[in-house]
């Protein structure tokens, strides 16, 4: 079973940015889709984006569109999420997520979904 942990979380000043990482212990890693969702207090968990093996991207949330980017490096089974210019309402619980397809991982639904611990985001005002 493929194990995710993610780093990078913590407090940062509205405007300021912070940097995900989440580590795949996988060797096959590069052949299966990535994402990221977030939680924040009271409220479900929300797709925010996601990238395919070969790179590909996709966005959910207007309110992160050119402000947040995913990327991945496949030589080190690791994918990023560079948040910038972080808002207060961006606070949340991060969840690494990984599947077979963009769009399994996507839908955050399928039990083909594996996912991280999560980590704690807090952007003060």
């Known amino acids: 079973q493929v194990q995710l942990v993610e780093s990078g979380g913590g407090l940062v000043q509205a405007g300021g940015s912070l940097k995900l990482s989440c580590a795949a212990s996988?060797?096959?890693?590069?052949?299966?889709?990535m994402g990221w969702f977030r939680q924040a207090p009271g409220k479900e968990r929300e797709f925010v984006v996601a990238i395919n093996r070969s790179r590909g991207t996709t966005f959910t949330l207007d309110s992160v569109k050119g402000r947040f980017t995913i990327s991945r490096d496949n030589a080190n089974d690791t994918v990023y999420l560079q948040m910038n210019s972080l808002k207060p309402e961006d606070t949340a619980v991060y969840y690494c997520a990984t599947g077979p397809t963009l769009g399994t991982v996507q839908s955050g639904a399928s039990n083909e979904i594996i996912w991280g611990q999560g980590i704690q985001v807090t952007v003060s005002s």
């Open positions: 996988r060797r096959t890693f590069s052949t299966y889709a």
